[in-house]
């Protein structure tokens, strides 16, 4: 098994996107090909084929890869659930919550979870591409690292870094990064490629060739900005566009709101494609226009305390006044949770022990208890409208409302719940909106005409173009030839 590691000059530089494109084009040249990110940071997860919960990005790299995902494409996931603290998951199931302070002293214990994932990986593939995390220049977090140099340290991987042009100061960042690493450290990366370029390349063929000389490390690649990147799933927070309706449009306005601990945002990415309705998140504070279609409470990490932001920025009255003129509401697992009646967290599982009130819009109320659920699932709406899902959950919903249930399971398995008029309805899959006969019927519930969109095949056919792209811009061959046997 061969392997080689993409580190970053800092977040969202492209790094989840570049190896799931070589993911693709490196399995199209007919080799094994398995992702591994050591250690990510999301609140955007995916369920996967062996039971657990991975970061979305994985997910993704492991379809670029045309291979079931594992746990161990992800072996430590931090979910955040306030400012300071995160849900602490290894190898796919939940360990407990940390204060970021306190992390960092757990991380020596989880190099040997990290490192046997990548060795199980190893064991059945060709080509390991390890993806870092954040910025490889964090050299105040150097010490017990696990998700970037200390990795590639710990596991002999030879590491290429990648900068984002678009940000402005490449030449600055990835020559900084050489300054401020230890000799050792430097020394580990092989190659930098420059992302996200616009233009004509030969402009900065002398960039190119400065920052070759003030580091040592090969030039390995000038990447044009791919356009069609926005068309996959994001794993990022900061790539969520957040935006307001102009209000002028004739089409159905489908909001969906943004409040601060937003899980599985990655669910909305289909609504986002479809050109006969006007599809916004809304930021905290905007007020949810009068206009709207339909109302989408999406997934939450931490259901009360956002269910409190929710009524802090006066959405609460929004909705009631939403739901007063015939608007629709859906709300997705948190989301769901939030509908209810009350929403009770008893033993502090994502947060201070304690209950609140919900929205009251369904007759259900839940409490955030019991073991965790990590399944995919599959069945149909209440029209008979096939689907395909998954749920990601902590809590139990129950209640005379669950009589009226959203969704049915094959098994004959209720989930969800709708209210007597019909407008208001919850249930805790996740990716509904990836099945597209349930967009369609969705759509045509709002009035709107879907698409011709087949999603999933979307999704494949932008890998298929990204692969291209990256065999034309990126010396492939060179990356495999640093590659090294570990």
């Not at 090909?33 to 609140?43: D, E, G, H, L, W």
């Not at 042009?165 to 600055?172: D, K, T």
């Not at 002398?206 to 044009?224: E, K, V, Y």
């Not at 006044?321 to 009770?344: D, E, P, S």
């Amino acid at each position: 098994m061969k392997a080689i590691m993409f580190q970053g000059t800092g977040s969202d530089v492209g790094k989840s996107l570049i190896v799931a494109g070589l993911a693709r084009a490196f399995t199209n040249r007919g080799l094994s090909v398995r992702p591994f990110k050591p250690q990510n940071m999301s609140n955007n997860a995916a369920v996967t084929a062996d039971g657990g919960e991975i970061g979305r990005a994985q997910a993704l790299q492991a379809r670029a890869a045309r291979v079931p995902t594992s746990v161990h494409m992800n072996p430590v996931l931090l979910k955040p659930q306030s400012e300071i603290g995160a849900q602490v998951v290894v190898q796919g199931r939940v360990v407990g919550n940390a204060r970021a302070r306190d992390y960092q002293g757990m991380k020596p214990n989880l190099l040997p979870a990290v490192l046997e994932s990548y060795r199980h990986l190893g064991r059945e593939a060709d080509l390991v591409l390890v993806e870092g995390a954040g910025s490889a220049s964090e050299v105040n977090l150097r010490r017990n690292d696990i998700a970037n140099m200390g990795f590639a340290e710990a596991a002999g991987v030879p590491v290429v870094l990648i900068g984002d042009i678009e940000r402005g100061g490449v030449i600055a960042s990835l020559v900084g990064t050489k300054a401020v690493l230890s000799a050792d450290d430097a020394g580990r990366i092989a190659g930098f490629l420059v992302n996200k370029f616009r233009g004509d390349p030969a402009i900065f063929a002398d960039g190119m060739a400065s920052i070759a000389q003030h580091t040592g490390w090969n030039a390995l690649g000038l990447i044009p900005h791919f356009a069609r990147a926005d068309h996959l799933p994001a794993e990022d927070s900061q790539s969520l566009s957040l935006a307001r309706s102009d209000g002028h449009s004739k089409r159905p306005l489908v909001v969906v709101l943004a409040y601060p601990r937003l899980s599985n945002f990655d669910d909305f990415d289909p609504l986002r494609l479809e050109p006969g309705i006007d599809f916004v998140f809304l930021s905290p504070g905007d007020p949810i226009p009068g206009t709207a279609s339909l109302v989408i409470l999406p997934g939450s990490k931490a259901t009360m305390a956002d269910l409190k932001a929710l009524r802090e920025t006066g959405w609460d009255i929004d909705i009631q006044a939403h739901v007063r003129r015939g608007g629709h509401v859906l709300g997705i697992c948190g989301g769901y949770q939030m509908l209810g009646r009350t929403v009770a967290d008893p033993d502090g599982l994502e947060g201070p022990p304690g209950s609140m009130p919900g929205l009251g819009l369904l007759d259900v109320e839940t409490v955030l208890a019991g073991a965790k659920i990590l399944v995919e699932v599959e069945g149909e709406d209440r029209d008979a409208t096939p689907i395909r899902g998954y749920e990601m959950h902590v809590g139990r919903t129950t209640g005379p409302g669950c009589a009226s249930p959203m969704l049915r399971f094959s098994g004959n398995r209720d989930d969800g719940a709708v209210s007597a008029s019909g407008h208001v309805s919850g249930c805790y899959v996740h990716g509904l909106f990836a099945s597209d006969p349930f967009r369609a019927s969705l759509l045509g519930r709002l009035g709107a005409q879907a698409s011709a969109l087949r999603y999933e095949n979307e999704v494949d056919d932008i890998l298929d173009a990204l692969a291209i792209h990256l065999e034309a811009h990126v010396d492939c061959d060179r990356i495999l030839a640093l590659a090294r046997t570990t």
